[in-house]
């Protein structure tokens, strides 16, 4: 009998990687590989990469050195590295890392079992082009069974921000159906599943070829399946988020009211540089659309620190808007360039410094809104949807407000899965406090 093969995967990056790491896994497991979670005994060792930022790629060259070295123990693994740097460096991976055998991008997880068959016969492997269709529609993705799941709806991306290597490393935006989306949801429920995360680098221009529908259309279908399902979305680009996606979210109490809206500068020259399409203005305008049709909406967003040519008059206007948007929480970035994007062009003029002591005035600045924020819940009593153990502490578990705040509380192994009441007592900038209010009998029936 051939022993089965196992293979092992590691995932860096957005949670669109995540996302394509479950197909990955089916498509090997379909192929009749088992996953493992070490890498030492596996046959294939595969890490599904971000080249978004230097730093990305210099992490994951770091741990590619790590595992050519257990070659020593276990010569005749297979090394292979998939997604946005395979994509990105293509041919060069297979050079100058000479420890890589399998080159593959983004859209081409389907000759997997093929490439790493001839891999394993000793023969190197590269398939990176981009499709125009692919979005693995009809893949169920591999998951284990737990509370949350993360469904790609739409691969690619046609927006072009001057900084940002995704169009090219994910090719162009392509929508998998509403009927393929709402079937996969549906069966996710069935297992247990409570949250979904619609998954798109640019979500609002979701778009079905055989429905016509948007994605608010899309989103509104996923909520109907089962009000007890918690649905969340990322990204939404401010350029597309329409009215009625809007009164969509307000209008279904399962959508969560958070919403992730890249700002990335708060300078319309900046802006503009960046191809961002909007304007400081036009983004305010939007922002008091969404808190006029959903008040308790929590928003975050993604800022960039030291863009080619940002003056200290720029970076004050980032400042000056997340005051005047007031997030609940911001992912923040030193500007990386990137080879081929336009802004490569632009040069990179910031000095490290400058940029280190923006990013962290912003880093600061943010950190005191999100306190400020959070204060507001002491004392209250919210529902959050419990995760299971902390991270930090086996005494304690999590859960996440609808608003996406994490809440830590004592634990109690009843509660995970279920939606709960907890009463906060004491918030930082990042974490909610707490502890488990009584289960009223209107609730257990909700938790089912
Ligand atoms: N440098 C720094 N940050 C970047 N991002 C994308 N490209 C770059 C880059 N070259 C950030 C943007 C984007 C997030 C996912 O990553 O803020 O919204
Ligand atoms: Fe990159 Fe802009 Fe597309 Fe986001 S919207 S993936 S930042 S090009």
């Given amino acids: 009998m051939i022993p089965v093969r196992k293979v092992y995967l590691e ?53 590619l050195g790590e595992f050519r070295h257990l070659r020593k123990s276990n010569p005749g693994l297979v090394i292979g590295v998939l997604g946005c740097m395979a994509e990105r460096l293509r041919k060069d991976l297979l050079q100058s890392e000479s420890s890589v055998d399998l080159v593959i991008g983004p859209d081409e997880y389907r000759r997997l079992p093929e490439l790493v068959e001839h891999a394993l016969q000793g023969e190197k492997g ?54 393929n989306v709402v079937k996969e949801i549906t069966a ?34 996923v909520a109907r399946i089962d009000s007890r399902l918690r649905v969340r979305f990322t990204t939404s680009h401010p350029q597309d988020m329409s009215d009625k996606l809007i009164a969509t979210i307000a209008r ?15 300078s319309d020259r900046i802006l503009r540089l960046m191809n961002r399409t909007y304007t400081s203005s ?16 929590s928003l975050s967003t993604d800022i960039i620190a030291g863009f080619p040519t940002e003056t200290d008059e720029d970076h004050r206007m980032t400042l000056d808007l997340l005051r005047e948007v007031s997030y609940d929480g911001a992912f923040t970035f030193k500007y990386s360039p990137r080879e081929n ?15 280190v002591a923006r990013l962290n005035e912003i880093i600061d600045l943010q950190r005191e809104i ?50 709960r009441k907890v009463t906060i007592d004491r918030v930082n900038s990042a974490t909610l406090f707490g502890s488990l209010a009584p289960v009223t009998a209107r609730r257990k029936a909700a938790n089912g």
């Fill in 188 to 221: 996710l429920v069935e297992r247990g599943f409570k949250e979904v995360t619609l998954l798109g680098q640019n979500v609002n221009s979701y778009r079905d070829g055989e429905s016509q529908g948007d994605f608010a259309d899309l989103l509104e279908a």
């Fill in 126 to 179: 590269i398939a990176v082009r981009l499709s125009r269709v692919e979005n693995y529609d009809d893949i169920v993705p591999l998951r284990t069974d737990g509370i949350s799941a993360w469904v790609s709806v739409m691969r690619g991306c046609d927006k072009f921000c001057t900084f940002c290597v995704v169009p090219y490393t994910r090719g162009r935006e392509r929508s998998r159906t509403v009927r």
């Fill in 341 to 355: 994007t336009k802004a490569w062009q632009m040069g990179d003029d910031i000095p490290e410094d400058v940029k």
């Fill in 11 to 63: 995932t860096y990056g957005c949670q669109m990687n995540v996302a394509d790491s479950e197909v990955v896994l089916s498509i090997l497991n379909n192929a009749g590989y088992e996953r493992t979670d070490r890498a030492a005994e596996a046959d294939v060792a595969l890490v599904n990469t971000c080249a978004v930022r230097e730093n990305a790629e210099q992490r994951i060259y770091g741990r």
């Fill in 370 to 419: 999100s306190l400020q924020r959070n204060r507001v819940l002491v004392g209250q009593t919210v529902e959050i949807l419990v995760e299971g153990p902390s991270k930090r502490s086996e005494k304690d578990f999590t859960g996440r407000t609808e608003t996406n705040k994490t809440v830590v509380f004592p634990r109690d192994d009843a509660a995970a899965g279920q939606y």
């Fill in 252 to 266: 279904h109490d399962n959508i969560c009211n958070y919403i992730h809206l890249p700002v990335q500068s708060g």
């Fill in 282 to 297: 036009h983004y305010l305008n939007l922002v008091g659309r969404i808190r006029a049709a959903i008040p308790d909406v």
